[in-house]
């Protein structure tokens, strides 16, 4: 997602720290006061935005948002990612990288619904895929006829970007909408509208349409024109080393998720263990892929099932989420032992597939020797994990099929109904609270293939679905504010 976040920084690193291990080994769990506020070390700080130079030690100011000792940094999670957003003086420690997920936790009265989705476009005389030069063009019209912002890779254009949304090219073209962060379920409805009003206008008059499907229902991977992304390329090589649908994964499928909040770190664990749970019945009631190559695959979502062999050491269910000790300080465990795919230096991806950030962070990277990372080189990172939840400093419910329009607005609805009321999150808790390990994991093998028939206990997972359905329903207050219902 490119969501656009902030990062407010009133204070040292080092006195970042030291609140942490305070909050984390003393009496109380993180919450959002005691990190609304987690960031960079101003000394020797040296920040560069995209566009507008922003420089403090020595530098120059322009369009500067250092003021009294404050600084608001915004960081861009999107592609090409913005280069060397921090330069610190000092190598980043893990309790950096725990102190920028836990930056994420804010008051209830500021979480947001951030919702993606991707969609396929063809060619509506020959079916066949677009191809860049019809996607570069496509841009180009919604630039000038909408003023987005264009994103560019070198001399390509590669995306769009309109305050806090942004439209990006997955590896094969598949157009994707990162929405902003929004208060109510009726404005994703109208920014989808929007969105996919703007893309219909440009797209008709260049004989384009789109599909919104889980994944694509006649080509074949070789036809699949490949998009001029250097990340892309590195992933492209990488995928078959590690697993025999990463390409598939890459090239033919769509899924729609939503981003959602959490107040402390006592929230995100109750949050990320209630979405591991029930992500198989987001999949099944979503499943739209069954289709490959013209014809029947038997599965009723292909996409999910092509997660199971993409690449395990970055998928998958994540059973330490359920262990007692789990908190932001394990993802951190957990995401450095994921390799590495690539740095983002001097406007071009260095290949570093394969490699561990550890190593990084020690400056014994062998793509860059003696060079350390900084905070966006994390950030980054952790985009390139992929399990059927994800946490960044807000957590990603991965596990739907993309679709049409209607189920653009459910799929936040289902999960803001169940996270973001107290009651909800606490029956699904309850729910959920004696599945096994085993159990779960059975879910997500085989409900890419049966869906709601598939048998749970003494009975069907569709029955869990119906009580779960009613708990969204069922929000109250605030949550029923946010989902409409």
Not at 142 to 149: L, T
Not at 366 to 395: A, C, M, Q
Not at 462 to 480: G, M, P, T, W, Y
Request: include cysteine.
């Amino acid at each position: 997602m490119a969501l656009i976040s902030q990062i407010y920084v009133p204070y040292s690193r080092h006195d970042m720290n030291i609140q942490y291990k305070l909050q984390r080994y003393g009496t109380d769990k993180l919450t959002a006061r005691s990190y609304n506020g987690m960031g960079l070390e101003l000394k020797e700080l040296k920040i560069q935005q995209h566009h507008g130079q922003l420089f403090h030690g020595g530098g120059k100011r322009k369009n500067s948002l250092y003021h009294k000792g404050k600084c608001n940094l915004l960081v861009v999670a999107a592609s090409p990612p913005t280069e060397d957003v921090a330069v610190i003086s000092e190598p980043l420690t893990k309790e950096d990288l725990v102190a920028y997920l836990a930056s994420g936790c804010k008051p209830k009265e500021k979480w947001r619904i951030g919702t993606e989705h991707e969609k396929f476009g063809f060619q509506q005389t020959t079916l066949q895929p677009m191809k860049y030069e019809q996607i570069s063009e496509l841009l180009q019209g919604m630039a000038e006829r909408f003023s987005w912002d264009k994103v560019m890779e070198g001399d390509f254009i590669i995306g769009l970007k309109q305050d806090k949304q942004s439209i990006s090219l997955e590896p094969g073209g598949q157009f994707e909408l990162s929405g902003a962060p929004l208060e109510t379920l009726h404005q994703t409805c109208a920014e989808v509208n929007s969105h996919l009003y703007q893309v219909k206008a440009v797209a008709e008059e260049m004989g384009l349409g789109f599909l919104g499907i889980g994944f694509h229902p006649k080509w074949a991977v070789k036809d699949i024109p490949i998009m001029p992304k250097g990340r892309y390329d590195i992933m492209r090589n990488y995928m078959p080393k590690v697993g025999s649908l990463g390409l598939d994964m890459m090239f033919r499928t769509c899924t729609v998720q939503v981003n959602l909040d959490f107040s402390s770190e006592v929230d995100m664990v109750r949050k990320f263990r209630v979405g591991l749970a029930l992500q198989p019945i987001a999949t099944a009631l979503f499943a739209n892929s069954p289709f490959t190559e013209g014809k029947p695959n038997g599965f009723l979502s292909y996409r999910s099932h092509i997660w199971t062999d993409t690449d395990n050491n970055r998928c998958g269910m994540l059973p330490f989420v359920f262990d007692d000790t789990f908190g932001f300080e394990s993802y951190v465990d957990y995401a450095l032992d994921v390799p590495m795919y690539f740095v983002y230096r001097n406007k071009k991806y260095v290949d570093c597939s394969g490699m561990s950030f550890k190593d990084f962070m020690k400056g014994k990277l062998p793509s860059l020797p003696g060079e350390f990372p900084n905070l966006n080189d994390w950030e980054n990172h952790l985009t390139t994990i992929f399990p059927e939840v994800r946490l960044k400093r807000y957590l990603e419910m991965r596990g739907a099929d993309g679709g049409p329009w209607r189920r653009l607005c459910a799929l936040p609805a289902l999960w803001v109904g169940l996270l973001y009321d107290e009651t909800s999150l606490q029956s699904a808790l309850d729910i959920t609270k004696d599945w096994t390990q085993e159990e779960m994991q059975m879910l997500r093998n085989k409900v890419p293939k049966m869906g709601l028939k598939t048998p749970f206990r003494d009975s069907l997972l569709r029955h869990v679905a119906e009580d779960i359905l009613q708990l969204a329903k069922a929000c109250k207050e605030e949550a029923a504010r946010k989902v409409g219902f």
